[in-house]
C-alpha cells in the first residue's frame, strides 16, 4: 500500500512527514489557448485581464526581441544556490516557461550558457528569473529567451533543496504552476490558469477596439475628442486661456 498525502501535498507514512520538494504533474492551459496569445503585447493582456497579473518591471529580456509564451512551471531556490534550477530543468515539458524565485538573493549568475544549451536541447519554452544570470551574450546568441533581475559573475552553490511546482512570489505576484506567463520588451503578465480563455477573449477585443481607434486617429482627430475627455476636464476645473 502506498503512502497516503495530506492536504498540502506531502506525503504521510505513519507518524512520519515526508516532504515533496517536486510536483511533476500539473495543469496547464490548452496549447490552442497558448498558442493564441503568442503576439499580443503584454501590455493588452494586462489591460484586458482587469490589470492583474503586472510582473515587476525591473524583470526584463535579456536581450532585444526576446518573448516568453507558456505555462510556469515553477522553481524555489535558496539564496545563492541553482541546485534546483537544475532539477526543473530535467522535468519541464517542452514549452514550459521556468518561473524561478531566488528568495531575495539577487546578485548571483543562477543560469548561464551550459544550462541554456541543455534548456533547448529538452525544448524548454524560456526562463524567468527574479535574479541575474550570466554568459548573456552567449544565450542570446543561442536564441533562449531569457527574462532575468539583471547579470552577475558571481557563482553559485549547490546544496540546498527547494522547491519545483508550488505557488511562488514572483517579481511581486504571485504565480501558480501552470499559470499563463507573457512577456516582451514591454515587461511581463501573468493570466491565472482559470483565466486564460476569458482573458484571451478579451484581449482580442481589445486588439480589435484599438485598431478602429488608431483608423480614427489617423485622421486627425485628437485623442481628447476620441477618448471623450472633454467632459473630464470639465469636471476637473481645467482653465485654458
Known amino acids: 500500500m502506498g503512502p497516503t498525502h495530506d492536504a498540502s501535498g506531502g506525503a504521510l507514512k505513519g507518524d512520519t512527514h515526508v516532504m515533496i520538494h517536486v ?17 499580443i503585447p503584454t501590455a493588452t493582456i494586462h489591460e484586458a485581464g482587469g490589470r ?8 526584463r529580456p535579456i536581450a532585444k526581441g526576446m518573448r516568453i509564451c507558456g505555462p510556469a512551471f515553477t522553481v524555489l531556490c535558496a539564496p545563492g544556490d541553482n541546485l534546483m534550477l537544475h532539477k526543473a530543468l530535467e522535468k519541464a515539458q517542452p514549452g514550459d516557461i521556468i518561473v524561478a524565485s531566488v528568495g531575495g538573493g539577487y546578485q548571483y549568475g543562477y543560469f548561464g550558457d551550459l ?9 524548454v ?18 536564441g533562449f529567451n531569457v527574462f532575468s533581475r539583471g547579470y552577475a559573475i558571481r557563482g553559485t552553490v549547490k546544496e540546498t533543496l527547494g522547491l519545483v511546482n508550488y505557488p511562488i512570489v514572483f517579481g511581486g505576484h504571485m504565480v501558480n504552476p ?4 507573457v512577456g516582451d ?3 511581463m503578465v501573468c493570466v491565472a490558469l482559470k483565466d486564460v480563455k476569458d482573458t484571451l477573449e478579451k484581449s482580442i477585443k481589445r ?24 467632459v473630464l476636464f470639465e469636471q476637473l476645473g481645467l482653465v485654458e486661456e
Do not use: H, W
Open 185 to 187: 520588451e514591454d515587461g
Open 115 to 123: 544550462m541554456a544549451v541543455s534548456a533547448m536541447a529538452r525544448k
Open 207 to 230: 486588439t480589435e477596439n484599438e485598431i478602429l481607434k488608431a483608423q480614427v486617429l489617423q485622421t486627425g482627430v485628437s485623442s481628447v475628442k476620441n477618448n471623450k475627455l472633454d
Open 52 to 59: 492583474k497579473g503586472y510582473i515587476d518591471s525591473n524583470i
Open 23 to 39: 510536483r511533476t504533474k500539473i495543469e496547464r492551459p490548452p496549447q490552442e489557448i497558448i498558442e493564441a496569445y503568442r503576439g
Open 178 to 181: 501552470g499559470d499563463l506567463i
Open 125 to 142: 519554452g524560456g526562463l524567468a528569473i527574479d535574479g541575474c544570470v550570466r554568459d548573456t551574450d552567449d544565450i542570446a546568441a543561442m
